[in-house]
């Protein structure tokens, strides 16, 4: 069974910055990708920011140039550096796990990033 645990979220101003982090109970490199997702009140959760097994990033376009997703296999951890934050980034972030061809991702218990003066 697989484990993921997600960490660092928390308040910050607009224009400030956080990292999370997202660690797995197995090898990444195992799945064909692992990303972040976000879910703000009342909307669906969609992408932010993915990683395939080979290396291939993709970014949704609302947070390219302040946004960098990051791995390291050592550590079977994925990375999400969030810079130059605005209020509409505010939103739970759970990070995701990509198992195909099993059709069913896995999912972080997700973590509040909250973006407020």
């Known amino acids: 069974q697989v484990h993921l645990v997600e960490s660092g979220g928390g308040l910050v101003q607009p224009g400030g910055s956080l990292n999370l982090s997202c660690s797995v109970s197995?090898?990444?490199?195992?799945?064909?990708?692992m990303g972040w997702y976000r879910q703000a009140p009342g909307k669906e959760r969609g992408l932010v920011a993915r990683i395939t097994r080979i290396g291939a990033i993709e970014y949704v376009d609302s947070v390219k140039g302040r946004f960098t997703i990051s791995r390291d296999a050592a550590k079977n951890t994925i990375y999400l550096q969030m810079t130059t934050l605005k209020p509409e980034d505010s939103a739970v972030y759970y990070c995701?796990?990509?198992?195909?061809?099993?059709?069913?991702?896995?999912w972080g218990q997700g973590t509040q990033v909250t973006v407020s003066s």
């Open positions: 197995h090898n990444i490199f195992a799945f064909n990708a």
């Open positions: 995701n796990v990509d198992r195909w061809p099993n059709p069913t991702p896995l």
